[in-house]
C-alpha cells in the first residue's frame, strides 16, 4: 500500500518550527487554515502541505493507483554535524 508518511513528516516538522505554532502558540491543524498569513507560516510550510495533498489525492486515483503514489520528493533533510 503507498504511503505518503514523508510527505507528512515533513509537513509536521515544517509546522512545528513554524512561528505559528511557537510564538503565537496554534496547533499545527489550526496553522494550516488559509487564514494564517506569510509572517505565521513559510512558503516552504506551505509547498509542503501541497505536496502532501498531492499525494493524498494520487492514492485515490485510479489511473496512478499502479504507478504508486505522487512522484515528488520529500523535502531535503538538514545534515547535523
Known sequence: MPTCEPFYKDLLACLLKSKCVLVERHTPKECLSPAFDEDLVSAECRRAQRAYIECKTSIMNPRKRFRGP?????LPKEEED
Open 70 to 74: 505522487y512522484g515528488g520528493q520529500s
